[in-house]
């Protein structure tokens, strides 16, 4: 069974560092999504890699995947404020249809 | 325009009783899901249909029951409510696309039901 992984759960930081998130899993996948969640809303789509050495951007967010490592990243540089939020990601595991969330990432940043 | 709508937004109920929540999709998509979300934010696949056809059936108690009319809309029925229950209950949609490689579903997602069971 597909196990993912996400480290740190919780992650409190100062405006203006970097830091990373890194999203584990088990099996075989080339297909990784990142969703963010601000506090009792629902899950927006940020980023989806689609194979080996993909790098995506989206203002201070890159999202990388290497799959033969399993493992995935998300970086933030410069953090500020608004990108306070829980960040998932979620795997397929083989079947299109079905993906399989990580535990989530809560980050604060810190004014 | 919403993408995904969810109704209700919040529902309470006691123990015992049945509820239904309903979801409908604009985006003309194949493909539905419902997901639960409990306390500590951890997020679980229940069920998916595929044009009005189950797919995916997690280990759910029969106490849940997801019914799709039409491919635009999935609704949630929960029999017997339990204290267990409670969780947010978000309800998604995708489409499989094709790319060089492979393909992808990318799932967007309802504003979510909070369900609460006293």
């Known amino acids: 069974e597909l196990k993912v992984e996400q480290n740190p759960l919780f992650l409190s930081m100062q405006e203006g560092k970097n830091y990373t998130i890194y999203c584990n899993y088990s099996?075989?996948?080339?297909?990784l999504y990142w969703y963010r969640q601000d506090p009792g809303k629902s899950l927006e789509s940020l980023f989806v890699l689609l194979s080996n050495g993909a790098v995506k951007q989206e203002g201070r967010l890159m999202a990388s995947l290497d799959t033969k490592a399993r493992l995935s990243t998300l970086h933030i540089t410069a953090a500020v404020h608004d990108l306070s939020a829980t960040y998932f990601c979620a795997v397929a595991p083989g079947i299109v249809d079905k993906i399989i969330f990580g535990k989530g990432t809560r980050l604060h940043i810190l004014p | 325009d919403t993408a995904v709508s969810q109704t209700p937004k919040y529902l309470v109920t006691q123990m015992g009783n049945d509820k239904s929540i309903k979801c409908e999709q604009n985006?003309?998509?194949?493909?539905m899901y419902w997901y639960k979300q409990d306390s500590k934010k951890f997020l679980k696949i229940m069920f998916s249909y595929n044009n009005k056809e189950l797919i995916i059936n997690e280990t759910v108690p029969n106490r849940f029951s997801p019914k799709s009319p039409d491919k635009a809309h999935l609704n949630l029925h929960i029999n017997s409510l339990e204290l267990g229950d409670s969780a947010v209950y978000f309800c998604a949609s995708s489409q499989e696309i094709w790319r060089e490689g492979g393909s992808y579903n990318e799932q967007f997602f309802g504003p979510g039901t909070r369900l609460t069971v006293l």
């Open positions: 099996t075989t996948s080339d297909r």
């Open positions: 985006l003309g998509h194949d493909t």
